[in-house]
């Protein structure tokens, strides 16, 4: 069993920065990435930022020059900083971490935790 404990979110003023955190606990092991994910309503949930074991990021077209993902690798953390926050940016954020060795990869999610931008 593994636990993700997200923390971070909050409502901002557009303009603003927030960063989240995730810190996973468990059953874990040989995680091979980790990143966020967001859900605005009505729409499905989006990637936002992932890092790889091997500390490669990708980022969603709508974020990149604002957020940047890092890790701890010793805390089994994962954090995201949102600078230049947008009203658009509003949405729940889910962390989600893969681990193991092929074949046997497992996902987990966060709960998820509100982000809500002000315009």
């Known amino acids: 069993q593994v636990q993700l404990v997200e923390s971070g979110g909050g409502l901002v003023q557009a303009g603003g920065s927030l960063r989240l955190s995730c810190a996973a606990s468990g059953s874990i092991f040989s995680i091979r990435a980790m990143g966020w994910y967001r859900q605005a309503p009505g729409k499905q949930r989006e990637l936002v930022a992932t890092i790889t074991s091997t500390e490669s990021t990708d980022y969603a077209d709508s974020v990149k020059g604002r957020f940047t993902i890092s890790r701890d690798n010793a805390k089994n953390t994962v954090y995201l900083q949102m600078n230049s926050l947008k009203f658009d940016d509003t949405a729940v954020y889910y962390c989600?971490?893969?681990?193991?060795?092929?074949?046997?990869?497992?996902?987990?999610w966060g709960q998820g935790t509100q982000v809500t931008v002000s315009s």
């Open positions: 989600h971490v893969r681990h193991g060795r092929w074949p046997t990869i497992n996902d987990y």
